[in-house]
């Protein structure tokens, strides 16, 4: 919002907005799973899987294609975005 020169009352709704979601999510979130069955499980599945493949667009189209543009150290950054992925699953094992 701040690059694109926004107006202050447009960029006040915006905030608004999103931060407003967040409760929303809450409570979407534990009206689901307070509901038993085959249609909540449905349900879950479903907004897991919107939420997981959102975060893998915006990792993967937004933040590393405009940080592997930089040609710098580039080598050093693919290292520790493996690493990262490493230690995630690493810990992922762990839970088991």
């Known amino acids: 919002m701040a690059r694109s020169a926004m107006p202050l009352r447009d960029a006040a709704k915006l905030a608004v907005t999103v931060s407003a979601m967040i409760p929303l999510g809450i409570g979407l979130g534990l009206g689901i799973e307070s509901a038993r069955g085959v249609p909540g499980s449905v349900a879950s599945v479903l907004l897991q899987g919107l939420a997981g493949g959102t975060f893998l667009f915006v ?22 975005l493996v690493l990262g992925y490493a230690a995630l699953a690493g810990m992922g094992f762990l839970k088991w």
């Open 59 to 80: 990792t993967f189209l937004e933040i590393l294609a405009k940080e592997l543009e930089d040609k710098s150290d580039r080598l050093l950054k693919v290292l520790f």
